[in-house]
């Protein structure tokens, strides 16, 4: 399966963007997926979970983002977007698309830089 990212880019702290995530390719692989979501690497610091959503739409967040973050998913069209409003400085990272099915697949990365 591909993953491909768009929607980053750089927004004044408080602001908005919205990510989104297509899968692609194997047709067995993209709709089995059973978990999608980001992970964000700020620089110096560790991969954290940001947001991810089931195939049956329970989501689970982080706590830095738990109110202003807000995940979905449209199966129908194999994409997860990841709505980011009350945008913060200490969210700008790289963001990293996965999903999971029969192991892990991995987006290129989208930049996020929040300005203060």
């Known amino acids: 399966a591909r993953l491909v990212e768009s929607g980053g880019g750089l927004v004044q702290a408080g602001g908005s963007l919205r990510l989104s995530c297509a899968a692609s390719?194997?047709?067995?692989?993209?709709?089995?997926?059973?978990?999608m979501g980001w992970y964000r690497q700020a620089p110096g610091k560790q991969r954290e979970l940001v947001a991810s959503i089931t195939s049956g739409r329970s989501t689970n967040y982080a706590d830095p983002v738990k109110g202003r973050f807000t995940i979905s998913r449209d199966n129908a069209k194999n994409t997860a977007y990841l709505e980011m409003n009350s945008l913060k400085p200490e969210d700008t990272a790289v963001y990293y698309c996965?999903?999971?099915?029969?192991?892990?697949?991995w987006g290129q990365g989208t930049q996020v830089t929040v300005s203060s």
């Open positions: 996965f999903a999971r099915v029969l192991g892990d697949y």
């Open positions: 390719g194997n047709i067995f692989l993209v709709n089995h997926i059973s978990v």
